[in-house]
């Protein structure tokens, strides 16, 4: 079995920085594309930033130039480093990640447990 374990959320204070972390654990084999996504109240859940096995990364228009995703292969862990966050990205964060558990086996998708963010003064 795999899990992904969330740490790092809390309350931000407007122009401020958190770091997110999410590590995952158990059989594993190879891990593919990794991600955070976020769920406000009321709201979908949406891409917020998503980064390949090679290092290729993505965001949403809203976090470019303020948000960074990162990844440490060897820990399987992926990062999301918050810088100048707004009162709206306050939300839930999910890391998400694609997970291959023995080799040309298939490749699942697995989702942490959710950490709140809040960014308030």
């Known amino acids: 079995q795999v899990q992904l374990v969330e740490s790092g959320g809390g309350l931000v204070q407007p122009g401020g920085s958190l770091r997110l972390s999410c590590a995952a654990s158990?059989?594993?084999?190879?891990?593919?594309?990794m991600g955070w996504y976020r769920q406000a109240p009321g709201k979908q859940r949406e891409l917020v930033a998503g980064?390949?096995?090679?290092?290729?990364?993505n965001y949403a228009d809203s976090v470019k130039g303020r948000f960074t995703i990162s990844r440490d292969n060897a820990k399987n862990t992926v990062y999301l480093q918050m810088n100048s966050p707004k009162p709206e990205d306050t939300a839930v964060y999910y890391c998400?990640?694609?997970?291959?558990?023995?080799?040309?086996?298939?490749?699942?998708?697995?989702w942490g447990q959710g950490t709140q963010v809040t960014v308030s003064s």
């Open positions: 980064i390949n096995s090679g290092g290729s990364t």
């Open positions: 998400n990640a694609k997970i291959q558990m023995r080799h040309s086996g298939p490749t699942y998708n697995y």
């Open positions: 158990g059989s594993i084999f190879s891990i593919n594309d």
